[in-house]
């Protein structure tokens, strides 16, 4: 069964940081990409931040580029979005997903999807 457990979501206050976590299984992870998506209340889903499966090309929605680094550890299956300066407008649900063709920040091209982490940006 494949899985894309997304977790390290929560309360923070605006200029602070969290890190999310994504635990992939059930697929040959060190040949997807996997990109981190996010939906705010009344707005479309929106790529944020993707990774190929070597980890060494980077994909950075303008609005989060120098705040935001995505990493993934191919030994452990794991990819990790550290999110630093957090303001309200990054607050959303975060998801995370794999595609097996190429990196992009394309929804459609992505296979498989998490169920998301709340990220909540308030004073």
């Known amino acids: 069964e494949v899985q894309l457990q997304a977790s390290g979501g929560g309360l923070v206050q605006p200029g602070g940081s969290l890190k999310l976590s994504c635990a992939a299984s059930g697929f040959t992870f060190d040949d997807y990409a996997i990109g981190w998506f996010r939906q705010a209340p009344g707005k479309e889903r929106e790529a944020v931040s993707c990774i190929n499966n070597r980890g060494d090309t980077t994909y950075y929605a303008d609005s989060v580029k120098g705040r935001f680094t995505i990493s993934r550890d191919n030994a452990n299956d794991m990819v990790y979005l550290q999110m630093n300066t957090l303001q309200p407008e990054d607050a959303a649900v975060y998801y995370c997903?794999?595609?097996?063709?190429?990196?992009?920040?394309?929804?459609?091209?992505?296979?498989?999807w998490g169920q998301g982490t709340q990220v909540t940006v308030s004073s």
């Open positions: 997903a794999a595609n097996q063709e190429f990196i992009s920040a394309r929804q459609a091209d992505y296979e498989y």
